[in-house]
């Protein structure tokens, strides 16, 4: 499971939604991308909102932690580390 480790570096650039989107439609979309970020620059406070979709009834692809790839591209292009890859206990 990917885990949203440290919001308040987001810097709101959006390249961890692009780069999600692309790997589900091999286009950049907002839309398409498993990640939703909600940060206004206007807003005192530092801390950004980051959804990951897990859910069907959602209108976002479902997280699936880039399967097909090496390691998730969220994680990878992130330039400010907000993500991590929570392994779960078994």
Do not use: W
Request: overall charge positive.
């Amino acid at each position: 499971m990917i885990k949203v480790e440290n919001p308040e570096a987001c810097t709101g650039c959006l390249i961890c939604v692009l780069a999600c989107s692309f790997h589900h439609t091999r286009k950049y979309s907002r839309s398409q991308s498993s990640i939703e970020v909600n940060k206004s620059i206007f807003s005192e406070e530092k801390k950004a909102e980051i959804v990951i979709c897990r859910k069907e009834d959602s209108m976002r692809p479902i997280c699936d932690m880039c399967k097909e790839d090496d390691f998730p591209l969220c994680i990878q292009f992130c330039p400010e580390n907000v993500f991590k890859v929570k392994r779960r206990q078994e």
